[in-house]
């Protein structure tokens, strides 16, 4: 191949040139020489009035229950798509060891125009372990189309179901 490259006339090396300067100057400006469409993602508008919070700021469930159900409010009918992320946090209670009292649940709600309320699901474990009453939160953040409002962060709390010596 290298002698073929060699004996190639010369023009295939002023081809070869054109290239290689076309591919420097890609890698050094990047995709700006050619413009993007970008995605339209609705902006967070304090103007707009609308919040997005919890309905309660702590919940109680029991460890044998399986799950909690939380319910995540919008103030009011939107005609845009409203969005807003959430995740749990462990306290005393952890979603990751040999102990687990509940699953861990991360996401995005995504309120359709219309809509003002939603239900997150949290499954909660049975570990078969004697323990104290444990706790973690939930916390909402990052509205799309709206303001995080108050209560943004809730506490629940799993009562233990083991019968402790």
């Known amino acids: 191949m290298v002698r073929q ?3 190639a006339p010369w023009w295939v090396w002023s081809v070869l040139s054109v290239v290689v300067i076309a591919l420097v100057l890609l890698a050094v400006m990047g995709s700006s020489l050619w413009p993007r469409a970008e995605a339209q993602v609705p902006n967070p508008d304090p103007d707009s009035g609308l ?3 919890l309905s309660a700021s702590n919940y109680t ?3 044998g229950d399986g799950q909690v159900v939380l319910t995540v409010v919008l103030s009011a009918a939107s005609s845009q798509t409203v969005t807003v992320d959430y995740a749990t ?3 005393s209670a ?3 060891s040999c102990l687990r009292d509940y699953e861990h649940t991360e996401g995005t709600l995504v309120f359709a125009p219309g809509e003002t309320a939603k239900t997150l699901v949290i499954n909660i474990i049975d570990n078969n372990y004697c323990e104290p009453t444990e ?6 953040s990052n509205a799309q189309g709206a303001s995080v409002g108050s209560p943004s962060v809730c506490t629940i709390t799993i009562l233990d179901d083991e ?3």
Request: proline residues 4%.
């Open 51 to 53: 919040v997005v919070y």
């Open 5 to 7: 490259l060699a004996r």
């Open 135 to 140: 706790s973690f939160t939930l916390e909402l």
């Open 61 to 63: 469930v029991g460890e």
């Open 89 to 91: 946090r462990d306290g």
């Open 94 to 96: 952890v979603a990751v």
């Open 163 to 165: 019968a402790c010596p």
